[in-house]
């Protein structure tokens, strides 16, 4: 079964400063999945990434296969970037298999 | 262009009793998934389904049952709930076209309660 770690826990920062989360997962993966969760609770889906690097607006995720290791950046940190960041792990090459899950960052951004 | 719609939203029930939620797409994903989220731990497998008529456990499918009769419905049933059981739950899905493989989309979740 894979384990899949994230740190920190809770981070609150202000606005502006560049922010980074991490993701170790303890067994070869397919792809790895960083999540959103909004204070509402909806998850929305912001990359998957199987291998180098992936950017989205002010979000950047990268992943090293070799070191079982992902990162998710945020640059110019805002107050609605505020929100739980999950990184997901799938094993199989289809992903039909379901996620694992790590237990989340909390990020808080302050104005 | 509503994604992925679970019902209900909420809902409190008494110990032993038993009720079904119901998770549809309309993307035409093959494959759905029931996940629960409790405090201070991930979201965690229940049952997933890989194609309409069929269904698998996940890490934590006891006193749960599902089914998938219709590519787009998938059904979670409580047989008689458990305080155990109070947790949010949350449906999704996801497919595979020609060897690739595409990321979740996710309902917005049930809050259930057992009292």
């Known amino acids: 079964k894979n384990e899949v770690e994230q740190s920190p826990q809770n981070l609150t920062a202000q606005e502006g400063e560049f922010i980074t989360i991490n993701c170790s997962y303890s067994?070869?993966?397919?792809?790895l999945h960083w999540l959103q969760q909004h204070p509402g609770g909806g998850i929305v889906s912001l990359f998957m990434?199987?291998?180098g690097k992936k950017k989205h607006g002010r979000l950047i995720a990268t992943i090293n296969i070799q070191e079982k290791h992902s990162s998710l950046h945020i640059t110019a940190s805002h107050p609605r970037d505020s929100a739980v960041y999950i990184c997901?792990?799938?094993?199989?090459?289809?992903?039909?298999?379901?996620?694992?899950f790590g237990k989340g960052t909390h990020l808080i951004i302050q104005p | 262009n509503a994604g992925v719609t679970q019902t209900p939203k909420f809902r409190v029930l008494k110990t032993g009793q038993s009720m079904t939620l119901l998770c549809a797409q309309d993307?035409?994903?093959?494959?759905m998934y029931w996940y629960r989220q409790d405090p201070g731990m991930g979201l965690r497998l229940i049952h997933y389904?890989?194609?309409?008529?069929?269904?698998a456990k996940g890490e934590v499918p006891d006193g749960y049952n599902v089914s998938r009769l219709k590519k787009q419905n998938f059904l979670l049933g409580l047989e008689s709930a458990a305080p155990s059981q109070t947790s949010v739950y949350f449906c999704?899905?996801?497919?595979?076209?020609?060897?690739?493989?595409?990321?979740?989309?996710f309902g917005s979740g049930t809050r259930l309660t057992v009292v």
């Open positions: 389904s890989v194609g309409e008529g069929t269904t």
């Open positions: 999704a899905s996801s497919f595979s076209s020609t060897g690739q493989y595409y990321g979740y989309t």
């Open positions: 993307m035409n994903h093959e494959y």
């Open positions: 990434l199987s291998s």
């Open positions: 997901a792990a799938s094993q199989t090459g289809g992903g039909a298999d379901g996620l694992t």
């Open positions: 067994v070869g993966i397919s792809a």
